[in-house]
Antibody, heavy 117, light 110 residues
Framework: EVQLVESGGGLVQPGGSLRLSCSASGFTFNNYIMHWVRQAPGKGLEYVSAITSNGGSTYYADSVKGRFTISRDNSKNTLYLQMSSLRAEDTAVYYC??????????WGQGTLVTVSS | SVLTQPPSVSGAPGQRVTISCTGSSSNIGAGYDVHWYQQLPGTAPKLLIYGNSNRPSGVPDRFSGSKSGTSASLAITGLQAEDEADYYCQSYDSRLSVRVFGGGTKLTVL
């Protein structure tokens, strides 16, 4: 059974940093592109960042470029999102998602990040 | 949102409802596939339809998808109370070079 379990969310002050983790199991992690997708409270879904299966290439939404860094450790089956210079508008549930071709076939349960003083 | 969905739709149990997803020449109209996700209250989104009209294993055939021109649609027949959820369409936009979502549609079963 495919499982994606996020952790690391919490309350952080504006300008602060946080690192999210996503532990993957039930599939061959290093065969898949992985993304982070977020959802602000009461709002829709927004693509955040992507990483290729070997970690060699990374991509970001304009809204987080230069502030967020996606990475992965295939030996630990874990995906990361390092977030810095956090803003109130980054407040959201962050989902780790597995990519199959052009769609998201599995989602984690999400971890809530709240940016507030 | 780059893809436009109606904010809400409703229907009585047993009825049929459709949810539209309107894009442009840089996404749906460019030939990129449309995918649909169901988000039950308080839970993570779940893949409902992929590649415009394909259902993953376990998704009832009451759910169907279609695409034409710059738009796509999700149809739900034989509405059930447990279908009450938010529904999102998703595609790829070549101008923005990112995956894009619709704003979501809240389905209410009357």
């Amino acid at each position: 059974e495919v499982q994606l379990v996020e952790s690391g969310g919490g309350l952080v002050q504006p300008g602060g940093s946080l690192r999210l983790s996503c532990s993957a199991s039930g599939f061959t992690f290093n065969n898949y592109i992985m993304h982070w997708v977020r959802q602000a409270p009461g709002k829709g879904l927004e693509y955040v960042s992507a990483i290729t299966s070997n970690g060699g290439s990374t991509y970001y939404a304009d809204s987080v470029k230069g502030r967020f860094t996606i990475s992965r450790d295939n030996s630990k089956n874990t995906l990361y999102l390092q977030m810095s210079s956090l803003r109130a508008e980054d407040t959201a549930v962050y989902y780790c998602v597995r990519v199959s071709s052009s769609w998201y076939d599995y989602w984690g349960q999400g971890t809530l990040v709240t940016v507030s003083s | 949102s780059v893809l436009t969905q109606p904010p809400s739709v409703s229907g009585a149990p047993g009825q049929r409802v459709t949810i539209s997803c309107t894009g442009s020449s840089s996404n749906i109209g460019a030939g990129y596939d449309v995918h649909w996700y169901q988000q039950l209250p308080g839970t993570a989104p779940k893949l409902l339809i992929y590649g415009n009209s394909n259902r993953p294993s376990g998704v009832p055939d009451r759910f169907s998808g279609s695409k034409s021109g710059t738009s796509a649609s999700l149809a739900i027949t034989g509405l059930q109370a447990e279908d009450e959820a938010d529904y999102y369409c998703q595609s790829y936009d070549s101008r923005l070079s990112v995956r894009v979502f619709g704003g979501g549609t809240k389905l209410t079963v009357l």
